[in-house]
């Protein structure tokens, strides 16, 4: 680690210390299991979707719920680089969400005060009935709540991917069962974007999923290979 990396790590312990940060807050409770879709490619939507559940949507991934029959979801988690980044997968996810909709969006780590993101979202259409900005500390509090582990994000491979932040989010807030679908560490790319970004929480996902699941925690997921290749149990409607 270096000095500089060691200095914002010890920076962001004391803050988080003394902030005492608690997890996003939702404003309805969670009555129904939890559906929560990323991005990744071959994801498969769980029987009775969606009206049998929420339905929390990560990024662009709400093109998939789309394709499922749900044109508004429930909530979606969105981090603030793809929305201003004009690299291939920053145009690629801003044109797959031109038009479109949620009800509750949780923009991740925006820093540049509300005015200046509603501004952002105007010029490719993206709307929302009601907002909540998360803050880093807000995100880190997430997987302490839940999992018991302190982390300050300085290391991008340390870090667990919003897709699991969704999940956490979900069981923080007593959700009765997380189904996941389209996030699986062992996957590459993502399904609304030709850039075929490499995916870099995938160890620190494993390592979360297997904590939750070891905690007795309700996670399933709907996807055969994710199912497979992480001991996640398939979900079988109740």
């Known amino acids: 680690m270096s000095l500089k990396v060691l200095r914002k790590h010890i920076y962001r312990s004391i803050k988080y210390r003394l902030l005492r940060p608690i997890p996003p807050p939702l404003n309805q409770p969670f009555r129904l299991p939890v559906v929560v879709v990323g991005s990744a490619p071959g994801s498969t939507p769980p029987h009775g979707f969606p009206s049998q559940y929420h339905v929390v949507t990560v990024n662009a991934s709400q093109i998939a719920a789309q394709r499922w029959g749900l044109a508004v979801p429930d909530m979606t988690f969105m981090q603030f680089s793809p929305i201003m980044n004009t690299d291939l997968h920053g145009q690629e996810f801003r044109q797959v969400l031109s038009g479109k909709q949620t009800k509750s969006l949780y923009a991740l780590l925006w820093s540049d005060g509300e005015v200046a993101l509603q501004k952002r979202l105007d010029s490719f259409g993206y709307s929302f009935d009601e ?48 189904i996941i ?47 497979k290749e992480n001991n996640i149990p398939i979900w079988t409607p109740r």
């Open 131 to 178: 907002l909540y900005m998360v803050t880093r500390y807000e995100r880190m509090a997430l997987l302490d709540k839940v999992c018991g582990i302190k982390t300050t994000e300085v290391d991008v491979r340390r870090k667990c991917s919003n897709g699991i932040n969704a999940v956490l989010f979900a069981l923080y807030h007593g959700a009765p069962a997380v």
């Open 181 to 227: 679908s389209g996030i699986n560490p062992s996957s590459a790319g993502h399904s609304y974007s030709s850039s075929d970004l490499p995916r870099l929480h995938v160890e620190t996902d494993r390592q979360i999923i297997k904590m939750i699941l070891s905690r007795g925690l309700p996670l399933f997921t709907s996807d055969a290979r994710v199912s």
